[in-house]
């Protein structure tokens, strides 16, 4: 068998290094010092682009948001995708939870284009389910009471 081991300082490494061909519960170790293959590498580059991916995606998320209050109590993501969905593409709708699990009473809805937010925008003070709605564009505050 082997083991790949990372030491946190150079010394560290280098002792363990003294240790080739030494004898160890009736075994000769191979003690060397490790570089990184191609493989390594491989795998770096493919973490490297899913995080970056994953960032973008994260930014574009936030990127068209919109905040929305007033709804009615026991609203799902469901009925608020329905009423915003003739705005343009939804990526998410967001219903942020009290630690108990009741509704915050408010939500966040993502678009996937400037369009598509500005139309949800121009429904901020009309009624859905009989109460006015405001919609905003969402700023850093509201995201942080998600």
């Known amino acids: ?8 300082k150079k010394a560290h490494a280098a002792a363990a290094v003294e240790l080739n061909e030494a004898k160890w519960k009736g075994q000769t170790l191979a003690v ?7 493989t390594d590498e491989k795998v770096k580059k493919k973490a490297a682009a899913k995080k970056s991916a994953r960032e973008k995606r994260e930014q574009a998320k936030h990127e068209f948001r919109v ?17 915003f969905e003739p705005c343009g593409e939804i990526r ?23 369009e598509a937010m500005k139309e949800a925008l121009r ?6 389910r009989e109460k006015p709605l405001k919609v905003v564009k ?8 998600e």
């Open 67 to 83: 905040f929305i209050q007033g709804f009615p109590k026991g609203i799902s993501e469901k009925s608020l995708k329905e009423h």
């Open 92 to 114: 998410q709708v967001t219903i942020p939870k009290k630690k108990d699990g009741t509704l915050r009473g408010v939500a966040f809805v993502s678009f996937a284009s400037k």
């Open 123 to 128: 429904l901020d003070g009309q009624e859905f």
């Open 138 to 145: 969402s700023n850093k505050s509201q995201q942080d009471a």
């Open 1 to 8: 068998g082997f083991v790949i081991l990372e030491f946190s």
């Open 32 to 38: 060397k010092s490790y570089t990184s293959s191609a």
